[in-house]
């Protein structure tokens, strides 16, 4: 079982940077496949940025691809987003999750709230 705690999320303006960090419990973090997802009002939840085990493969969303980077410290559990270059369109809920296959999500965080506003 892991559990995923999401932090970070706040209002910024457009051209502006956040850091979103997850933290996980348990001790096989570093057997998970972690991503980044999020979900704006009334459109499905959709990819953002994964990253691998050892944190050798990243994967980012063409929308998000030189603007967002995803990393992992397995020593503290943890898994982050820098976000640069915000866009109002980024306004999202912003979900961190867990794949033990790297194919499936079995694990989600409860979200943290991102808007980009002037």
């Known amino acids: 079982q892991v559990q995923l705690v999401e932090s970070g999320g706040g209002l910024v303006q457009p051209g502006g940077s956040l850091r979103l960090s997850c933290a996980a419990s348990?001790?096989?973090?570093?057997?998970?496949?972690m991503g980044w997802f999020r979900q704006a009002g009334g459109k499905e939840r959709e990819f953002v940025a994964r990253?691998?085990?050892?944190?050798?493969?990243?994967l980012y969303a063409d929308s998000v691809k030189g603007r967002f980077t995803i990393s992992r410290d397995n020593a503290k559990n943890t898994v982050d987003l820098q976000m640069s270059s915000l866009k109002p369109e980024d306004t999202a809920v912003y979900f961190c999750?867990?794949?033990?296959?790297?194919?499936?999500?079995?694990?989600w965080g409860q979200g943290t709230q991102v808007t980009v506003s002037s």
């Open positions: 999750a867990a794949s033990w296959s790297g194919f499936t999500w079995q694990y």
């Open positions: 348990g001790r096989t973090f570093s057997r998970y496949t």
């Open positions: 990253i691998s085990e050892s944190g050798a493969s990243r």
